[in-house]
């Protein structure tokens, strides 16, 4: 006995080391992009070679930017630190048009003009949630319409039920994920090879979301076709009154 639980201290430990070597790769390479651009903007701002207010504030817009950019990535980074180790849900009943509009305002300044359409439902149930994650994961998928698709085209939202379960999935019009990648594609630091170079990013918000939908006791999915776009749908348990009494609503996963 004592010799199983020393290999499976050993083995989460070297899992933990993969990791921390991996997400240190990841952001180290992810991080020179943006660092570059600032560094670039304000050494050309303290040359006060740029007298005009609008060369200025270019420059400052630059820096505005890279500095949000930044801060993704960082919180991509520790996402994927604390989804790796036990996380509490705060699970309580939520709309599904609550956790839509909380990741659209989250995300509204990617959005900017593009059309976003919401379709769901007649007589959606409650959803057993913690709103702040899900809201966290949706956030991820819309994110990844945005950056795959072509900013003319819509973007989707749909959400069905059961009874048992509540399906949401976001739908975009982009080039699509290959057959033999979509498998792939929700694992941490993979991204397509197709989009590597098009595209910044460190390959952790899809594994962020499903690590968050996979707490929840739902799934997530992917479906593509080459030059038709992509759906990602995640499931989220129905909300029933009688199998929340005696739970507390912090629930360890």
């Known amino acids: 006995m004592s010799n199983d639980l020393t290999k499976l201290s050993s083995d989460r430990a070297s899992e933990n080391n993969q990791l921390r070597t991996a997400l240190l790769d990841s952001v180290t390479h992810e991080f020179r992009t943006p660092l570059t651009s600032i560094k670039a903007a304000i050494t050309a701002l303290l040359t006060d070679s740029y ?11 630059i820096i505005n930017d890279e500095a949000d950019r930044l801060n993704r990535l960082v919180g991509e980074a520790l996402d994927c630190s604390r989804f790796d180790t036990r996380v509490k849900l705060d699970l309580r009943p939520h709309t599904i048009l609550s956790i839509i509009n909380a990741a659209k305002a989250d995300c509204r300044t990617l959005l900017g003009a593009r059309l976003l359409s919401i379709q769901l439902d007649d007589a959606l149930p409650l959803v057993r949630a913690d709103l702040h994650k899900t809201k966290k994961a949706l956030v991820q998928l ?59 990013g460190t390959g952790m918000g899809l594994s962020i ?45």
Do not use: M, W
Request: aromatic share 6%; net charge positive.
């Open 51 to 61: 007298a005009r207010p609008s060369e200025r504030n270019e420059l400052l817009s």
């Open 209 to 253: 979301a499903t690590a968050i939908i996979k707490a929840h006791g739902g799934s997530l999915k992917v479906r593509s076709q080459h030059n038709r776009g992509s759906t990602f749908s995640f499931t989220l348990p129905v909300y029933r009154r009688s199998s929340e009494r005696g739970r507390a609503s912090n629930t360890s996963c």
């Open 142 to 200: 819309l994110e990844n319409a945005i950056k795959y698709s072509p900013s003319d085209e819509p973007i989707t939202i749909t959400a069905t039920s059961d009874g048992t379960l509540a399906s949401v999935s976001v739908i975009d019009r982009g080039s699509g994920i290959a057959d033999s990648e979509q498998e792939l594609i929700l694992e941490r630091f993979y991204r397509g090879k197709n989009h590597q170079r098009l595209v910044d």
